[in-house]
């Protein structure tokens, strides 16, 4: 479950897909501290034991310290999705608890590439990496074809942050202009990503890919490759998220929120909530196939890869392309 502390955000990046999503949310839309005991306990009869805490930017909750150590003392692991861009207080008032619950949180920090952040933003980022840097791992949107990754090995040594790059694709969100890499740029984003691997490898730097990559956009030998600067598994499919707003709404994921969303409160328990949203992603999946016309015909569709994001194939429509060179899946 991922629980929307605030829509608020403390950045504008050219690739947000959740932007007029945040820009509807009134300047007081917080998670109120009841909403959250009824999440968490939601969550713990349901079995789970993690909770990710997003926004916005969620450190701008004003209990956000408090409600992470509310967690930690019930026992849940809390990965914390944030830009690092956190008030001097805020961050004071984290470090001064007590240090048992680093533990059990971890942070995936959001960096954008320094020349696409204001000095302001990266200095204040980087002050959050030096204090908070072994419980962080990086994460990166590629919202560009032409990106660079190396930037991040000197903030993985120089921080110590976790060596595991959460790698995400930027996608596109219904009524959203935003800055993404179009299908036909595919080839090339995946090439521009196997460039980048053996300056990530001599850092020691793991590669996971979020959601949204189709399997196909790489060659056989890619793929290979991609797998040993991986933790040995790659995954190309992709399942409901379950984000819950500041209002108790719920819905599959952002880039498909425009589709459905409904109140946390019309479900009995967590089996119900997944389940009806895995029906949702089964439905456009049948309707749409994959975001290429040839995944309609891929043995591997609906196995290996579930043909890149969903919200492309629904919203923007199936693009034709060849494979790559050399591909022969």
Request: with cysteine.
């Amino acid at each position: 479950m991922n629980i929307l502390l605030t829509q608020k955000c403390v950045r504008a990046c050219p690739y947000c897909f959740a932007k007029k999503h945040m820009s509807a949310s009134a300047p007081e839309d917080v998670l109120p501290w009841e909403d959250m005991v009824y999440l968490a306990d939601f969550a713990e009869e349901a079995g789970q034991r993690h909770i990710s805490l997003l926004g916005g930017e969620p450190t701008l909750h004003p209990d956000f310290a408090d409600m992470l150590l509310y967690l930690r003392e019930r026992g849940f692991s809390v990965t914390v999705f944030t830009s690092g861009i956190m008030s001097d207080q805020k961050l004071s008032s984290l470090l001064a608890s007590s240090p048992e619950w680093r533990d059990g949180v971890r942070f995936i920090c959001n960096l954008n590439d320094p020349t696409e952040s204001t000095d302001g933003e990266t200095r204040r980022v980087e002050r959050f990496l030096a204090e908070l840097g072994p419980n962080t791992k990086p994460g990166f949107n590629i919202h560009h074809a032409d990106f660079d990754l190396t930037f991040l090995c000197r903030l993985v040594d120089r921080y110590k942050l976790i060596p595991r790059l959460r790698l995400g694709l930027a996608h596109p969100a219904a009524g959203v202009e935003a800055s993404i890499p179009g299908m036909a740029q595919m080839r090339h984003v995946a090439g521009r990503l196997i460039e980048q691997l053996p300056a990530l490898d001599n850092s020691g730097i793991e590669v996971a890919l979020d959601c949204g990559f189709p399997l196909c956009i790489f060659t056989d030998s890619q793929l290979g490759r991609l797998l040993k600067s991986s933790d040995g598994t790659l995954k190309f499919n992709c399942g409901p998220a379950i984000d819950v707003g500041p209002d108790m709404r719920v819905w599959a994921c952002f880039p498909l929120s425009a589709m459905e969303k409904r109140s946390i409160y019309e479900f009995d328990n967590m089996n119900a909530l997944v389940g009806h949203f895995d029906k949702m992603h089964e439905k456009i999946r049948a309707s749409a196939g994959g975001v290429f016309e040839r995944c309609l015909k891929c043995p591997h569709l609906g196995q290996l890869c579930d043909g890149g994001c969903l919200a492309r194939a629904w919203g923007r429509g199936k693009a034709p392309e060849t494979l790559p060179a050399g591909a022969t899946l």
